[in-house]
C-alpha cells in the first residue's frame, strides 16, 4: 500500500518488515526520535535496536507508515490497533510520530496521517487518538490544523488526561 499526493515531493509507504531498508529507516528514525527533546532525549536501548523489528512485526495490530525524499527516509507513524469498548468497533492510536527537523513544516507529518487515516479506515476503525506533551506547540498545531481535538465525553467532567505507571526501569 502506498500513498503519494500530487505534486508531492514525498513518497509516503506502509512499513514492509520484509524489505531490509525499510526496517533499518524505522530504527535510524525511532532513535532520533528517542534523542529529540520530544522523545525524552535518550537514545534507544541497545535491546530495543536488536528486538523491535522482530516484537511490531509479531503484533498483527501494529502498524507503521514511513516518508522518503528520494532514498533517505525523513518520517515515521508507528500505530497500534486499539479497541472502543462503547464504540464496539477498532480504533488506531497514532503512538509515535517523528520528522527529520530538516524536514518540518514541509507536510510530511499531514501526508502520512493521511496514509494512516486511509489504513484505519480500510480496518473498521472509528477514531484515531494520540497523546502530545503540552510543550510540543508544533505538535499541537499539526494534529489541530489535521482535525485532532481534546477528548471529553461530558464537557462537565473536564479534558481527559494520558497517565502512565512504570512496571519496569528498562522503559
Known sequence: MSYSASASPWRIVLLDYRITSHGA????????????????????????????????????????????????????VNCMEGFSTFACRPLVNVHDLFVLASHRGLQVAEQMLTLVEQIARERGACKLTLEVLQGNSPARRLYERVGFAAYALDPAMGQAQFLQKWLTDEC
Open 25 to 76: 529507516a524505522l530504527l535510524a528514525l525511532l532513535d532520533a526520535y528517542a534523542r529529540d527533546a520530544a522523545g525524552g532525549a535518550r537514545p534507544l536501548s541497545d535491546y530495543a535496536k536488536t528486538h523491535l523489528l522482530n516484537e511490531l512485526a509479531a503484533r498483527p495490530q501494529v502498524f507503521c507508515v514511513l516518508a522518503f525524499d528520494g532514498e533517505q527516509a525523513v518520517g515515521l
